[in-house]
């Protein structure tokens, strides 16, 4: 590991004027490469002291051994110069945006003496158009097929073109008519070639003229009755318009414009683009790359524009390039692809209309494709194991942690605070070994207390079930808790800690409930959480059970009297790993607490009620209409609602005496006693509306 301070260039060395630089490592590999408005300021960045600095770009000054710029005169010229390094040299620390498949392209070899109609997938060559990019091969198929019978143009290989040459035989297609034959000398090349160029109008999308043109020539020639030619031009009408439909309208005024959305966590980015020519979607595309370097969403925009048109030019570059978020500046990147184009590009956030609501369908996507991308990333058994024994080396475990649990404190400003627990084994979600849990041991809102007291009480579970089986071989007979009381006697205080049935087995043979223990405990936060955790272990006596925290902002791992943190890297999977499983533990206690939450604003009288249920309930308020004319009702009209017999309805009594207001209602703007029937907050329809609850508490932040 390099010291920064060893190659750090003198301020007066560094050039006040735009330029691109690059980072090598101590083998003269390029690790980054990058653009500044000021190389002198943005240089100055990397060499500032390195606990300022944020982990991943700590990471990359401390793994290169020195730095070259080089300078240019325009922010333009940066922008070029960068995109044509990041592409020679592919540096490990560059976003660097993957495709999720190879997508095909409609393609016409225009730079050919007879023009063909193929599919294409990889580099593009000079020479050719190219439409798309479409999600499947047999997409393209069908519409060339739809295509053919309008224009005929050739689509056969040269090997197949030159033998049918040689035999003076055009091949099936242009027997039936789908190929016009210039293998054979039907048509000239001139006449090919306008018929290519016809077969690429239509397909940017120019095709109102020519169904107008063909419409006319039906027209004609029925009026001449030409029937057959008529027939003819009515079946082409057809077939182009079936073509057409495979391409919905959704911009009007035949808009040409790429969607670009972008969706990130702290680790990945997911990018998608819709291509819309002649305010039709006529291709789709993403990507996905890991954020191995610090970047904003505007940051990951411009990385996609290089990617999307570092290599394009003329049409294939849009008028309109429609983005989540702008590059910082703007104004460069948008006069590169004004420059790329030949005519003025607009690069903007669309606000409202269509394009706004395309721009949500293209996020929703992009947010799919994380997803999946995620999905299949976590389903990989080679990718989870080496996952595992980067967490092993990180913490300097004894071997690879296969089952972690992972707890998280969730809130609403101190109240209804609920932890969670959630088990991942072999890298896997466990969900069956989820358990959730009420702080009830002080009130009010204190993280660090929290964590103490749900680690102290899952880990007695943990005791006492080995005690039970007689697996506990301590020399005492039970550990003793902080207050002296024997765990295996000490009272079980969470609703989800019932005792286990006779059989301490699940199907698959392995132990129920806390009875099995992780290799790793994660709690979501930083030292102090991490500190309490350990501190609850010790006091119950147990060493063998490693602790870790993972701190969500900067997404540092904290170990137990250690001052600094565990940085992984940005790529790591042992670190995609520990989000996710942090993010799930989170996930989880935030569902629970709004649960909670949700039952206390709903609460009412009835709920103290022992044994009465959702049924009787809507049963009592739509018999009497209010719990405030239910409470005044007499024991025997109770009993006239069906279900209710005279025991449950004296305890109904009982129950809404005890809740009765000691004192009226008063309206303090006024001085009026509100006298009003009370509306029911007991037993409303489901999907009704809760507003019941402190205006403080709904505005109230979750975490």
């Given at each position: 590991?390099?010291?920064?301070?060893?190659?750090?260039?003198?301020?007066?060395?560094?050039?006040?004027?735009?330029?691109?630089?690059?980072?090598?490592?101590?083998?003269?590999?390029?690790?980054?490469?990058?653009?500044?408005?000021?190389?002198?300021?943005?240089?100055?960045?990397?060499?500032?002291?390195?606990?300022?600095?944020?982990?991943?770009?700590?990471?990359m000054v401390t793994t290169a051994a020195s730095v070259e710029w080089t300078v240019v005169s325009t922010e333009v010229e940066a922008l070029q110069l960068e995109y044509s390094w990041i592409k020679e040299y592919d540096p490990r620390f560059n976003v660097k945006y993957r495709d999720d498949k190879s997508y095909p392209y409609l393609a016409v070899t225009m730079n050919e003496e007879f023009?063909?109609?193929?599919?294409?997938?990889?580099?593009?060559?000079?020479?050719?158009?190219?439409?798309?990019?479409?999600?499947?091969?047999?997409?393209?198929?069908?519409?060339?097929?739809?295509?053919?019978?309008?224009?005929?143009?050739?689509?056969?290989?040269?090997?197949v073109f030159k033998n049918a040459a040689r035999t003076g035989r055009p091949c099936l297609l242009g027997y039936i008519g789908k190929c016009s034959a210039p293998c054979v000398g039907r048509v000239s090349a001139e006449e090919h070639g306008e018929l290519s160029e016809e077969f690429c109008d239509f397909m940017a999308g120019r095709t109102g003229t020519y169904l107008r043109r063909l419409?006319?020539?039906?027209?004609?020639?029925?009026?001449?009755?030409?029937?057959?030619?008529?027939?003819?031009?009515?079946?082409?009408?057809?077939?182009?318009?079936?073509?057409?439909?495979?391409?919905?309208?959704?911009?009007?005024?035949?808009?040409?414009?790429?969607?670009?959305?972008?969706?990130?966590?702290?680790?990945?980015?997911?990018?998608?683009?819709?291509?819309?020519?002649?305010?039709?979607?006529?291709?789709?595309?993403?990507?996905?790359?890991?954020?191995?370097?610090?970047?904003?969403?505007?940051?990951?925009?411009?990385?996609?524009?290089?990617?999307?048109?570092?290599?394009?030019?003329?049409?294939?570059?849009?008028?309109?390039?429609?983005?989540?978020?702008?590059?910082?500046?703007?104004?460069?990147?948008?006069?590169?692809?004004?420059?790329?184009?030949?005519?003025?590009?607009?690069?903007?956030?669309?606000?409202?209309?269509?394009?706004?609501?395309?721009?949500?369908?293209?996020?929703?996507?992009?947010?799919?494709?994380?997803?999946?991308?995620?999905?299949?990333?976590?389903?990989?058994?080679?990718?989870?194991?080496?996952?595992?024994?980067?967490?092993?080396?990180?913490?300097?475990?004894?071997?690879?942690?296969?089952?972690?649990?992972?707890?998280?404190?969730?809130?609403?400003?101190?109240?209804?605070?609920?932890?969670?627990?959630?088990?991942?084994?072999?890298?896997?979600?466990?969900?069956?070994?989820?358990?959730?849990?009420?702080?009830?041991?002080?009130?009010?809102?204190?993280?660090?207390?929290?964590?103490?007291?749900?680690?102290?009480?899952?880990?007695?579970?943990?005791?006492?079930?080995?005690?039970?089986?007689?697996?506990?071989?301590?020399?005492?007979?039970?550990?003793?808790?902080?207050?002296?009381?024997?765990?295996?006697?000490?009272?079980?205080?969470?609703?989800?800690?019932?005792?286990l049935t006779s059989s301490l087995k699940d199907d698959d043979g392995r132990p129920k409930r806390f009875a099995y223990p992780p290799q790793l405990v994660v709690v979501d936060g930083g030292q102090p959480q991490v500190a309490a955790a350990k501190r609850a272990l010790d006091e119950l006596g147990i060493d063998d059970i490693a602790v870790c925290g993972l701190a969500k902002r900067l997404?540092?791992?904290?170990?137990?009297?250690?001052?600094?943190?565990?940085?992984?890297?940005?790529?790591?999977?042992?670190?995609?790993?520990?989000?996710?499983?942090?993010?799930?533990?989170?996930?989880?206690?935030?569902?629970?607490?709004?649960?909670?939450?949700?039952?206390?604003?709903?609460?009412?009288?009835?709920?103290?009620?022992?044994?009465?249920?959702?049924?009787?309930?809507?049963?009592?308020?739509?018999?009497?209409?209010?719990?405030?004319?239910?409470?005044?009702?007499?024991?025997?009209?109770?009993?006239?609602?069906?279900?209710?017999?005279?025991?449950?309805?004296?305890?109904?009594?009982?129950?809404?005496?005890?809740?009765?207001?000691?004192?009226?209602?008063?309206?303090?703007?006024?001085?009026?006693?509100?006298?009003?029937?009370?509306?029911?907050?007991?037993?409303?329809?489901?999907?009704?509306?809760?507003?019941?609850?402190?205006?403080?508490?709904?505005?109230?932040?979750?975490?």
């Amino acid at each position: 590991m390099a010291d920064p301070s060893s190659y750090r260039p003198k301020p007066g060395q560094i050039p006040d004027s735009p330029g691109v630089y690059r980072f090598r490592d101590e083998h003269r590999r390029v690790i980054y490469v990058g653009k500044a408005k000021s190389l002198r300021q943005r240089l100055a960045n990397y060499f500032q002291d390195l606990s300022g600095l944020h982990p991943r770009t700590r990471t990359m000054v401390t793994t290169a051994a020195s730095v070259e710029w080089t300078v240019v005169s325009t922010e333009v010229e940066a922008l070029q110069l960068e995109y044509s390094w990041i592409k020679e040299y592919d540096p490990r620390f560059n976003v660097k945006y993957r495709d999720d498949k190879s997508y095909p392209y409609l393609a016409v070899t225009m730079n050919e003496e007879f023009p063909r109609v193929q599919v294409m997938r990889g580099h593009k060559k000079k020479g050719v158009r190219y439409f798309g990019p479409y999600a499947h091969a047999w997409a393209i198929r069908d519409t060339v097929d739809l295509l053919l019978r309008v224009f005929p143009v050739r689509t056969c290989s040269a090997g197949v073109f030159k033998n049918a040459a040689r035999t003076g035989r055009p091949c099936l297609l242009g027997y039936i008519g789908k190929c016009s034959a210039p293998c054979v000398g039907r048509v000239s090349a001139e006449e090919h070639g306008e018929l290519s160029e016809e077969f690429c109008d239509f397909m940017a999308g120019r095709t109102g003229t020519y169904l107008r043109r063909l419409e006319k020539q039906m027209m004609e020639a029925a009026e001449e009755m030409e029937y057959e030619r008529a027939a003819r031009l009515r079946d082409d009408i057809e077939a182009l318009k079936k073509a057409m439909e495979k391409n919905a309208v959704v911009l009007a005024d035949a808009t040409d414009a790429d969607l670009i959305a972008v969706a990130e966590d702290e680790l990945e980015a997911a990018v998608q683009i819709f291509h819309v020519r002649g305010g039709r979607v006529r291709g789709q595309r993403g990507w996905v790359t890991d954020k191995v370097e610090d970047v904003t969403t505007g940051a990951l925009v411009e990385h996609a524009l290089q990617q999307l048109y570092g290599e394009e030019r003329g049409d294939s570059v849009p008028k309109e390039v429609l983005v989540p978020a702008l590059p910082e500046p703007v104004e460069p990147v948008q006069e590169w692809l004004t420059e790329r184009r030949g005519s003025n590009v607009s690069l903007r956030i669309p606000q409202r209309g269509d394009k706004k609501a395309l721009m949500e369908t293209v996020e929703r996507n992009a947010q799919q494709a994380l997803v999946l991308h995620k999905t299949r990333r976590a389903s990989d058994l080679t990718t989870r194991s080496r996952a595992l024994e980067e967490i092993a080396e990180a913490l300097d475990l004894d071997s690879a942690p296969l089952r972690i649990e992972c707890y998280d404190i969730s809130h609403l400003q101190g109240d209804d605070v609920v932890a969670s627990m959630v088990v991942f084994e072999d890298g896997l979600q466990r969900k069956s070994e989820y358990r959730r849990f009420q702080i009830k041991g002080f009130e009010g809102q204190d993280d660090v207390r929290s964590m103490h007291e749900v680690i102290t009480r899952r880990f007695r579970r943990y005791i006492a079930e080995k005690e039970r089986t007689g697996e506990w071989t301590d020399g005492e007979n039970a550990l003793a808790d902080t207050t002296g009381t024997p765990l295996a006697d000490a009272p079980l205080t969470d609703a989800t800690e019932a005792p286990l049935t006779s059989s301490l087995k699940d199907d698959d043979g392995r132990p129920k409930r806390f009875a099995y223990p992780p290799q790793l405990v994660v709690v979501d936060g930083g030292q102090p959480q991490v500190a309490a955790a350990k501190r609850a272990l010790d006091e119950l006596g147990i060493d063998d059970i490693a602790v870790c925290g993972l701190a969500k902002r900067l997404e540092e791992v904290w170990v137990p009297d250690d001052d600094d943190p565990v940085v992984l890297p940005r790529s790591s999977e042992g670190l995609y790993l520990l989000q996710r499983v942090r993010d799930e533990a989170h996930r989880f206690a935030i569902t629970y607490q709004r649960t909670k939450r949700a039952k206390r604003f709903r609460a009412g009288p009835l709920d103290e009620v022992p044994g009465l249920g959702e049924t009787r309930k809507q049963a009592l308020i739509k018999h009497f209409g209010s719990v405030k004319r239910l409470r005044a009702a007499t024991i025997e009209q109770i009993c006239e609602v069906p279900g209710i017999g005279r025991k449950t309805a004296e305890t109904i009594a009982v129950a809404l005496a005890r809740a009765a207001s000691p004192a009226p209602a008063v309206n303090t703007a006024t001085g009026e006693i509100i006298d009003d029937e009370e509306p029911d907050t007991t037993a409303g329809s489901p999907g009704d509306p809760v507003t019941t609850g402190a205006p403080e508490e709904r505005r109230g932040q979750e975490t």
